[in-house]
């Protein structure tokens, strides 16, 4: 198996060149404003898997992904001559929903937030059903008859040593 710093290092390559070859290379009218955020390769550098981000509705980003399909040849080609390898790596190309997990995210906590303002404003009127102390104390009482001894006076027991 590869070294995984050598994997990281590829993959890091592999983001590079795909996001200078769609900037620069590619000329394909459906291509939208696409963003190459990460590149994953495998350990044996034979596959690699290449997220990206797309500004706009759901059809530009499916003509984003049509326009990442008809171009895999040429960036596969070229990310293979760029890295030196002897097998170029299948690109596949991932759709990353950032945008939307970080909206879910966020409504989550907000609903999480409500929640808890509910619990504290229900706390906050709250009362015990019982006693404050539910556990009944035995409360000492100084007019023991046993303590007249000075032994029985101190914290220990009255073990001198």
Avoid: C, W
Avoid at 43 to 52: E, I, S
Avoid at 88 to 95: A, E, I, M
């Amino acid at each position: 198996m590869s070294d995984p710093a050598k994997v990281r290092r590829h993959a890091e390559r592999v983001r590079e060149l795909v996001a200078s070859v769609v900037r620069s290379q590619i000329k394909d009218p459906r291509l939208g404003m696409i963003t190459i955020t990460d590149a994953r390769i495998t350990a044996d550098l034979r596959d690699a898997t290449v997220f990206y981000t797309v500004l706009g509705d759901a059809a530009a980003q499916a003509s984003t992904a049509a326009a990442l399909e008809s171009a895999k040849g040429m960036l596969r080609s070229t990310v293979g001559k760029a890295l030196g390898l002897r097998h170029s790596p299948t690109l596949t190309f991932v759709l990353d929903d950032v945008q939307n997990q970080v909206k879910h995210i966020d409504d989550l906590l907000t609903a999480a937030r409500s929640a808890d303002a509910e619990v504290q404003r229900l706390a906050a009127k709250a009362a015990y059903a019982g006693d404050a102390q539910p556990y009944r104390v035995e409360e000492d009482d100084d007019s023991d008859v046993e303590g007249d001894s000075p032994a029985d006076d101190e914290p220990h027991g009255g073990d001198r040593r």
